[in-house]
Every structure is written in C-alpha cells, then in structure tokens.
C-alpha cells in the first residue's frame, strides 16, 4: 500500500494561482479599489468595492454541520471544502465561507482546521498560523479595554467602577490554564488597586463574536460601545462607550474587518473571516464574510462549529437572525468512526468492522437529524469516507437515512477532492432549487431568558430540566430589567455530548442541564449561559499538538496538521 501523504505534504505541493486570478473567477476586479493582496495567494477584499454589490441578488446558502465530536473525527470543514469544489466541479459556481483557527487548538489538542487530505485551503501554515493578524487585531483591541478600564481607576475612577463587579477580562490566542485567575497590581505603582483577574482565550472574547456579527465598521463601532465592561457602586452597567473606548478599538480593527479571500487546492475561492468557538460563542464566520460570499457566487457553503446541538443550533438562532439570512440547505456530516465510538465502541478498536456498534451510534445521528428538523429544514446526510469503512457499515447507514427518508451521500472528497463529492453536490442543488422551505427559529424574541434556554435545553438536548442557583436567576432578570429581555441566549457547554457530562455518547435524554453562570454580552447581542465545567480559556492536553511541530532543515514546518 502506498504511503498516504500528510495533510501538510498535500498541501505544500499545491499549485496555488495568484490571488488576483482566484478573485477574477468571482468577478472581483483586478483593481486597487477591490481588493488589497497580502501577499501572492492571500487578499483581503475593500469596502470600497463590497459597497458595490448590495443591489445584487444573494446566492443559495448551505450551512455544514455535522453529528456529535469524537476523538475519532468527522471532517465537517474537509467536507465544507470537498462540496465547495464539488460544486464548481459540477459546474456551478460556489465559495466556501470558513472561520480562521485559533492558535490554541492548533497547537493543542485539535490541531488545524484548513480541511484535510484533497479538501483542504491553502497556503495551510498561514492559514493555521497567524494568517491575516485578525485574531492579533482582535487581541489588540479586546486588551485595549482592559487597560483603559485599570487606567480609568487609577487615575481617579470618575464612573466609579466597583472593582468587585468588572465582568471584563483579559484574553489571549493560546490554551494556557494558569492564567484563568490572577492577581493584578500587587505591587509597583498601582498597587493600591489590587484586584482578581483573568484571561480568556480569543475566540472566546466578545469582541470576536462583535466581529463577526457586525455588517460594517460603523456598526462595529457600536456594537463595541454597547459592550459593558462592569457596573457602578450603585449597580448600574457601564459600557464600553462610556469609558471612550469603541473609538480607539475600532481604528484597531479597521484592516481586520475587511473580508479574507484564499483557495483551495482545486484553485476554487475561499472566504476566511473571524473564528468564535462554538462550544463557548456562537461559533461561525463573519457576516460580512458569509455577505460578500453571497453576493459573489451561486451557492455559498458554510460551517457552524461542533455538532448541530451547539454550532446549528447557534448558527439559525443567533447568526441567522442577527443577519437575516435564511439557509437553503442543511448538510450533517458523519463518519462510520464517530458513529462506532458514540456505539461504545474505544479510539483503538475502530478499524474493526462492528455493526452492531454502529446500529446503536446512529441514535446520535438520528438526534440531530431531528433538531434540522425542528427549524423547518430538511437535512441531507454525508458520509465522509474513511479507508477502513467497510461495504456493510456503509449500507447499514444508508438503510438507516433511507428508513428515516432523509437524502444521503457516500464521500470521497478526502481523497478525491471535488470529484469525490459530486454526488453531494448534485443533491444540495436539487434540495436548494425546492421550493421555498419552512425556516423558523426555535423561539421568539419576547420570552423570557430563563425560557429561552429551557427551550433550548429541552427541545435540542433533551434534558428534563435546567437548573441554576438564585445568583444566577437574579442576573437573568436584571439583564431583563436593563433592556435585555429580546436578546438570543448562547449556550457554553461541552461539545462532546448532548449532556454536559463528555463521557455521555450517543444521545442522552431526561438529564439535567446545570448553569453555573451567565455573561451578558451586549455588545454582540446574545447572553452566555456557562453549563457544566466548560472553560473559557482552555487548557493544553498532556501531549500537546506544540510537542510535534517543529521547522525541519528545509526550513519547513512540519507536524502542524
């Protein structure tokens, strides 16, 4: 058997074309007034000329979701890619809409997130790495704030902050436990103004989800001024704009806001923008991004982070509804692996083939094809092909989506690239050109918070009940009072099940969802509520992906995947 080639060899033989040849595919001018090049294969696409193309009609839109994660993978931003080029393939024209990784999982446990195989964007290092500087601008800005709020202490404290009730932190690009809680001026000048701090990782900060949220940089500019950073002795919230900070944070961000535009390996555009975790924000790409794309292209093929319970979930409540979008398709990727370890089945027995296992797994599958539902969409399953699935696992799972009358596709784009997922292609079409479906969001604005999340919990996870203590309540409905009461809720939990215990496969019902806290972003519009033990700066695993990459003689990267 031939040696199969990395990730990062696939991609480093590549035969990249110049950005401004990708952009001409799409009708992107090769002027200065439409986009600015940040290099030879990577631009970053102006206002200037994005201003040009509201008149025009949107393409379809297809957002890739996928079924619950395991350590044994399911591939949704490889098939994201994969039908993307599939599509071309077939002779339509479409652009893949991704989020920009986080250094901390890159360098932690997931690894990258440019695709995988012949499904992947390039150039992969950037991409992986520090890209555009975005998520810098983001830090940038998000600690700008951080500072002016200490400054403003320091120097008199005219808004009369209670430094016991400042609910913003500090954050940083990179998995790193020991700086979740700090200590902040304990000696030196400022030593007086002793406090506890902390740091959340990037893509967990508000102004991320701002970024990716906002229409345009006045919007920006806003939305940053909405953000409370902390209350007043008298418990009133102070906001960003108060402090004269939403100025200042948007000249930051004024260059990253702008939309990113690469390839892929088939030479067909790709949209990279923004990058919130799902399990801890709404975790999708930018909507200016997620726009332009529809603005350029027939049909737009989008990823939501996680499983469909958190990324589609937040996808079609919160980013549909800030945006006005309204999906043609729904696709739910899903790997025979996955379906075997939610069967029960341990990471190191899965290259046997195992039925029974499967057959007990797809109860995951079939969860999730049932939340789709519930918004009024009608999913379409892909199976993304692994070497070891074998012929009757593959049937049991088409027998499995033929019984539940939902569309199905075996694909091979991991190894065959845009070839390998025409049939998919080909189906999201048909399913796109139906007539117009029933899209609806899972609640309504005018309920209360404590109802939205118990929606959430009881339709999506099928808990049997949400519980919190009276700290938790009490913030709940002083959000309400405030003016918040019409705002989305964001649920933080764990990505791994349905429950919040990771250990819980398959798909659990009749268990408790436990809040252990609430964020009130009102900058982005949404309120956090953090279940279980999830973490807003993550921490490393014990071997951590940084142990393997490494610049070879060559001065190449290698071990980055």
């Not at 920009?100 to 992986?128: C, D, R, T």
């Not at 400022?190 to 740091?199: C, E, I, M, P, T």
């Not at 099940?497 to 496969?505: A, C, E, I, V």
């Amino acid at each position: 058997m031939a040696k199969i080639k990395s990730d990062i060899e696939i991609a480093r033989k590549a035969k990249m074309k110049p950005i401004g040849k990708i952009l001409a595919k799409i009708n992107v001018p090769d002027k200065s007034s439409a986009f600015s090049p940040m290099g030879r294969h990577i631009a970053k696409i102006n206002f200037e000329f994005l201003d040009k193309l509201k008149k025009k009609k949107d393409g379809k839109l297809i957002l890739v979701t996928a079924i619950t994660p395991t350590p044994a993978g399911e591939g949704k931003t490889t098939t994201s890619v994969g039908l993307s080029d599939g599509l071309n393939t077939i002779g339509k024209k479409s652009i893949v809409c991704l989020r920009e990784p986080s250094l901390g999982p890159s360098f932690g446990m997931k690894g990258g997130a440019a695709g995988g195989g012949y499904a992947q964007v390039v150039p992969m290092e950037q991409i992986n790495l520090h890209f555009t500087g975005d998520f810098h601008a983001i830090t940038s800005a998000h600690n700008l704030l951080s500072a002016m709020i200490d400054n403003h202490i320091y120097w008199g404290n005219k808004l009369n902050i209670d430094e016991n009730k400042i609910v913003w932190k500090r954050v940083i690009d990179m998995n790193d436990r020991a700086l979740r809680f700090i200590d902040i001026n304990t000696s030196g000048v400022a030593k007086d103004f002793k406090r506890v701090d902390g740091f959340d990782i990037t893509v967990a900060s508000e102004v991320m989800a701002i970024f990716c949220l906002s229409n345009n940089l006045k919007d920006l500019e806003k939305k940053i001024g909405n953000i409370t950073f902390a209350y007043d002795k008298k418990g009133n919230p102070l906001y960003a704009k108060d402090i004269n900070a939403h100025g200042p944070m948007t000249v930051l961000l004024k260059e990253a806001i702008r939309p990113n535009v690469t390839q892929t390996l088939e030479n067909n555009p790709a949209i990279i923008h923004g990058g919130p975790f799902a399990n801890i924000a709404h975790g999708c790409n930018s909507v200016i991004a997620t726009k332009t794309a529809l603005k350029l292209s027939d049909y737009v093929v989008t990823e939501a982070g996680f499983g469909a319970d958190l990324g589609a979930e937040k996808f079609l409540n919160i980013k549909c509804r800030k945006a006005g979008l309204v999906p043609s398709c729904v696709v739910i990727v899903a790997t025979i692996r996955a379906l075997k370890m939610h069967g029960g089945v341990e990471k190191e027995d899965l290259k046997k083939e195992d039925v029974k296992a499967l057959k007990k797994g797809l109860v995951n599958l079939e969860r999730h094809i049932e939340n789709v539902k519930k918004f009024g969409l009608e999913p379409i399953i892909a199976i993304n092909h692994f070497v070891l699935d074998t012929k009757s696992e593959i049937n049991t799972v088409l027998k499995f989506c033929e019984q539940k009358r939902v569309q199905v596709s075996e694909c091979k784009h991991w190894a065959k690239g845009g070839n390998g997922a025409t049939d998919l292609a080909k189906k999201v079409v048909a399913a796109c050109n139906k007539r117009k479906n029933k899209f609806s969001f899972l609640y309504k604005d005018d309920l209360k918070l404590w109802d939205k999340i118990e929606i959430i919990a009881k339709k999506i996870y099928k808990a049997s009940k949400i519980t919190a203590n009276d700290e938790v309540k009490n913030q709940l409905r002083n959000f309400e009072k405030n003016g918040h009461k019409r705002l989305p809720v964001c649920i933080a939990k764990t990505q791994y099940s349905f429950s919040t215990d990771p250990k819980n496969k398959g798909a659990p019902s009749n268990h408790e969802i436990p809040i252990r806290e609430v964020r009130l972003s009102s900058g982005a519009e949404f309120v956090v509520v953090v279940c279980g033990s999830v973490m807003t700066m993550p921490g490393l695993p014990k071997v951590p992906a940084a142990d393997n990459i490494k610049l070879n003689k060559k001065g190449e990267i290698e071990g980055l995947f």
